[in-house]
């Protein structure tokens, strides 16, 4: 497959294209990271976030490729490598504790949401993960998951997103984060 | 209440769907509406909830792929080994390309006048050499073997030294080097130490009206670009080669015999011995360039 196909594949969402890319570049992206003070772990998590960034812009069609994949997924890599390594000098130079108790809030406050996801149908998921992360359209939405028509995707993900909302005001209420 | 027109707002501008004046407006909106903001704030954390099991879900997905070479320590080990093993190749053959070269090419050269390659030719260009010569064998020790030097061409591509080398290499490593210098010969120049008369050598030096060996261009391989080999005494070059604009320039003195492509103002060695497919590289030197200039003018 050449660079053009597997894109085009991307864009259409195809996770075995990305799979495939993940494979083909492991040795490429990850030695970027190892040979610049990470461990092979580091490079393994750097190299799949830029995977998920690449996919997310391609499949939202929010990406014109003018240069080879592996080009611009190695830039998306040194972009968040060169984060990275600022992100740990910072944290070794401030108060950790200041830090931390800066976040706790928003930090439960995600964890909320992510329990609650937890406990949506899969259907339910993939409607609300394929419309706000991917971008899809409903027309793509209803053809890949099989609706009817787009005004079934359109109220599936209004429901889908609504009894989502229940359940996490819910578990907001709980503890104390509704106003 | 939010009403739901402001909701749907709400959700393409969480979204990035707004246009720069509506995105604007909306903005200004939740600035001014406090009850809108803190519905904004709500659907904002959900939506990015909604992205982050996403992209956790990737990578899951991606983590669960085993990877080529099972973890960089064994994939640097292998490679290290590797790279010994073709040094130490590289090493040998030119150890043994070097001792062969001196050995078989001195007694040889004195019959052969157009052996010749000015020792300071050699090291002050280090351009590409076509000519071999038991003088300049030691002269050229930078020269390394041929055959390891051929498969770490491509290792070397970006050095035209080194591509001169390599050429001046498989020459100089095997025995029947037919190559000889059209510099020397053609040249008047004290520093040749060829005792041919050089307008002798220029006389058979002159171009044949149709190569002595068959050429065929080849356009369809997508590998090979600008390359050469000579199968079974047959040219191939790869690449696209217009017709009737490339021309073969081929020098003979007795048994002797160089050939030379000229594409596109610039001149390419073509080394007979050379079965395999090569790269066609310029040649830069300037002297051998003058010459060739000129003898492809006559």
């Known amino acids: ?179 | 209440m939010i009403d739901d027109k402001t909701i749907e707002t709400l959700d393409a501008y969480l979204r990035n769907k707004l246009s720069g004046e509506d995105r604007e407006a909306f903005e200004r909106q939740l600035h001014a509406d406090p009850a809108l903001k803190q519905e904004y704030l709500f659907q904002k954390t959900m939506v990015d909830g909604i992205r982050e099991a996403r992209r956790t879900q990737l990578k899951t997905t991606l983590n669960n792929i085993p990877v080529p070479g099972g973890g960089w320590g064994s994939a640097l080990t292998v490679k290290g080994i590797t790279w010994l093993v073709v040094a130490g190749v590289t090493g040998t053959l030119v150890y043994y390309g070097l001792t062969r070269a001196v050995s078989k090419e001195i007694p040889a050269n004195t019959p052969k006048v157009e052996q010749v390659q000015p020792a300071e030719s050699a090291p002050a260009t280090s351009e590409p050499q076509p000519e071999v010569t038991p003088e300049k064998a030691p002269a050229q020790s930078d020269v390394k073997a041929p055959a390891a030097k051929s498969s770490s061409n491509k290792n070397n591509s970006a050095s035209s030294k080194e591509k001169a080398n390599d050429e001046a290499d498989q020459k100089e490593a095997k025995p029947n080097i037919q190559v000889f210098d059209p510099t020397t010969e053609l040249s008047n120049e004290k520093e040749e130490s060829t005792t041919g008369a050089p307008s002798e050598k220029l006389t058979t030096t002159e171009k044949a009206s149709a190569p002595t060996f068959d050429v065929e261009t080849n356009s369809d391989n997508k590998k090979y670009e600008f390359d050469y080999q000579f199968d079974q005494g047959k040219l191939i070059l790869y690449g696209a080669f217009e017709k009737n604009l490339y021309e073969i320039l081929e020098f003979f003195n007795g048994t002797k015999h160089t050939a030379f492509l000229y594409y596109k103002q610039n001149f390419y060695l073509l080394d007979e011995q050379n079965t395999k497919v090569t790269p066609l590289t310029p040649i830069t030197d300037p002297d051998l360039l003058k010459k060739l200039k000129e003898s492809r003018e006559k």
Do not use: P
Request: with cysteine; hydrophobic share 30%.
């Open chain 1, 1 to 179: 497959m050449n660079d053009k196909e597997i894109f085009d594949r991307i864009c259409r969402g195809d996770e075995k294209s990305l799979e495939f890319l993940y494979k083909k570049y492991y040795r490429m992206m990850t030695k970027l990271v190892i040979t610049n003070s990470g461990t092979e772990e580091e490079a393994r998590d750097i190299y799949q976030d830029a995977l998920v960034v690449f996919w997310q812009k391609a499949t939202s069609g929010n990406l014109v490729l003018t240069s080879k994949i592996s080009t611009y997924i190695y830039s998306i890599c040194q972009n968040l490598w060169r984060k990275e390594l600022d992100r740990k000098k910072r944290l070794s130079r401030e108060e950790k504790d200041v830090a931390v108790s800066q976040d706790m809030d928003s930090h439960e406050r995600n964890k909320i949401v992510r329990n609650c996801i937890e406990q949506l149908g899969d259907t339910c998921k993939k409607v609300l993960m394929y419309y706000y992360f991917e971008e899809m359209s409903m027309q793509d939405i209803a053809e890949r998951l099989g609706f009817a028509n787009t005004d079934t995707a359109k109220t599936k993900k209004y429901k889908c997103k609504k009894k989502l909302d229940e359940l996490i005001k819910a578990q907001y209420s709980e503890h104390d984060f509704l106003d």
